[in-house]
C-alpha cells in the first residue's frame, strides 16, 4: 500500500524559507514520479514544480528561480525561498507509482503553507 505524508508547511511571513518533505512508504512498488501542487482557496489545484523518472524539473512560472524540487529515493523536497503573501495555499504532494511499465497517482493529504505580508 503507497501511502504519502507530507510536513513543514507552517506561517512565515514574507521573503522568508520553508522546506516542504514528502515521504512515501510502503513496498512493492516504483516511484516514477513525484510532483508538488498547491491549491489556494476559491482556486483550482495547480502544478508547482515537478520531478520525472529522469530527473528532470520543471516549475511554474510563478515560482521559477525561488522553489527548487528535488528527490532522495522515496522522498521529495520542496525548497521554497523568497516566499510571497500569494504562495500562501494547501500544497500537496502527488507522485506517479506502479510497476516498471505502469503507474497509477497518489496524493498526499496537503501541508498549510501561509506567507503574512
Known amino acids: 500500500q503507497v501511502q504519502l505524508v507530507e510536513s513543514g508547511g507552517g506561517l512565515v511571513q514574507a521573503g522568508g524559507s520553508l522546506r516542504l518533505s514528502c515521504i512515501v512508504s510502503g513496498s512493492g512498488f516504483i516511484v516514477h514520479t513525484m510532483d508538488w501542487y498547491r491549491q489556494a482557496p476559491g482556486k483550482e489545484r495547480e502544478l508547482v514544480a515537478a520531478h520525472n523518472a529522469a530527473g528532470n524539473t520543471n516549475y511554474a512560472d510563478s515560482v521559477k528561480g525561488r522553489f527548487t524540487i528535488s528527490r532522495d529515493k522515496n522522498t521529495a523536497y520542496l525548497q521554497m525561498n523568497s516566499l510571497k503573501p500569494e504562495d500562501t495555499a494547501v500544497y500537496y504532494c502527488?507522485?506517479?507509482?506502479?510497476?516498471?511499465?505502469?503507474?497509477?497517482?497518489?496524493w498526499g493529504q496537503g501541508t498549510q503553507v501561509t506567507v503574512s505580508s
Open positions: 502527488k507522485i506517479g507509482a506502479g510497476g516498471r511499465w505502469d503507474s497509477t497517482d497518489y
